[in-house]
């Protein structure tokens, strides 16, 4: 079992920046696939980035690529979503998430078995 805390949320202006963290503990990760994923008031938790432990490799949402990057920290076992020029529409619960990244295709919720307990993130106009 792997547990999964994630930080960082609050609350910025649109256009600003906040940096979310996930530090995973329990088992090791070196076959893991870490992704963060969103859910607003009334709507499903949707994917919006992820990185493969093994070599890096990353997946982003279109929604916000070239604003967000995920990143990793082999020695500290955390995983970061750096979101910069936050829009309105990017408030929701951001959680963490480890699973399994599929190679020909974007990561969905059901390739994750283990969740954290979510950080708000919300974003003013």
């Known amino acids: 079992q792997v547990q999964l805390v994630e930080s960082g949320g609050g609350l910025v202006q649109a256009g600003g920046s906040l940096r979310l963290s996930c530090a995973a503990s329990?088992?090791?990760?070196?076959?893991?696939?870490m992704g963060w994923f969103r859910q607003a008031p009334g709507a499903e938790r949707n994917f919006v980035a992820a990185i493969r432990w093994t070599d890096g490799s990353t997946y982003y949402a279109d929604s916000v690529k070239g604003r967000f990057t995920i990143s990793r920290d082999n020695f500290k076992n955390t995983v970061y979503l750096q979101m910069n020029s936050l829009k309105p529409e990017d408030t929701a619960i951001y959680y963490c998430?480890?699973?399994?990244?599929?190679?020909?295709?974007?990561?969905?919720?059901?390739?994750?078995?283990?969740w954290g307990q979510g950080t708000q993130v919300t974003v003013s106009s």
């Open positions: 329990g088992r090791t990760f070196s076959n893991y696939c």
């Open positions: 998430a480890a699973g399994a990244c599929p190679r020909y295709r974007l990561p969905r919720k059901s390739d994750f078995g283990s």
